[in-house]
């Protein structure tokens, strides 16, 4: 029996299984990506599902699978890839019942995926990271939630800054606001991708900044300090 046969008969529990053995395993990309042709959205829920295994590598490689998800469904249909932005924005309201802990990062890469889904909802995500002065606002108070939601605009950063220079107020207000370690390292990567060159002052002030951070980067755990993050940020700086 062919892979390709094999992988279409897979169903519930045996297609979950199958995609926790793929992340594990160093081609992982080439057969998440064969695994999507073949069951496309059908795949979302197994993603989700293994978005929270307790390795980091496999955990953040499901995040990761949700941008090879969208771009498979891009060439067909928006509208699914609107679908799953929605399942996230529904996950994170109080009606949903649980904690979505990686809903924010999975809505960044699959913005990431598409120009016209990111013009779509950028204007969301960063509402959940502004407090408004009423306090009428989708701001998440939950620290490590909020921390998804900064990673996931890091990500876009990477490939559409120009969304990120629209939103530069929301930006100004963190600055001043957020003293975890891992939101001032996406800070100042978002910055530097964006090429916020008001905003580079954030970035020196990190410079000696020693505290330490574990970070997904270039498919490795590596560990780093906040300053050499802010350094490396400096030096992506195309300065007019």
């Known amino acids: 029996m ?23 395993d160093d081609n992982w ?18 993603f989700f599902s293994a978005s929270y295994n307790n390795s980091k590598i496999i955990s953040n490689r499901a995040i990761k699978s949700f941008h090879f998800l969208a771009e498979h469904l891009s060439k067909n249909s928006l509208e699914k890839i609107r679908i799953l932005i929605r399942k996230c924005i529904w996950m994170l309201t109080e009606e949903s019942g649980g904690i979505p802990w990686n809903a924010p990062r999975i809505m960044g890469e ?28 989708n701001f998440l108070e939950n620290t490590q939630l909020r ?3 900064y990673y996931a605009i890091t990500r876009i950063s990477g490939k559409y800054p120009q969304l ?30 964006s090429n916020l060159g008001d905003f580079y002052y954030f970035i020196e002030n990190n410079f000696s900044n020693k505290e ?8 490795k755990i590596i560990k780093s300090t906040i300053g050499e993050i802010a350094i490396a940020s400096k030096n992506k700086m195309r300065f007019l």
Request: hydrophobic share 40%; net charge negative.
């Open 2 to 24: 062919s892979d390709s046969i094999y992988f279409s008969l897979l169903k519930g529990q045996k297609l979950k299984k199958t995609v926790n053995e793929f992340l594990v």
């Open 147 to 149: 921390k998804g939601v």
């Open 110 to 137: 699959i913005m990431a995926s598409n120009l016209i889904i990111s013009e779509e909802f950028i204007k969301i995500l960063f509402s959940y990271i502004y407090e408004t002065e009423d306090g009428y606002d």
């Open 164 to 193: 990120i220079f629209q939103e530069k107020d929301v930006l100004k207000q963190r600055m001043e606001k957020e003293t975890d370690v891992e939101i001032i390292a996406c800070l100042c990567q978002i910055i530097s991708n």
């Open 212 to 219: 330490q951070i574990e970070i997904y980067m270039d498919d």
């Open 29 to 46: 990309q080439k057969n998440i990506s064969g695994l999507i042709e073949i069951h496309g959205a059908k795949l979302s829920n197994s």
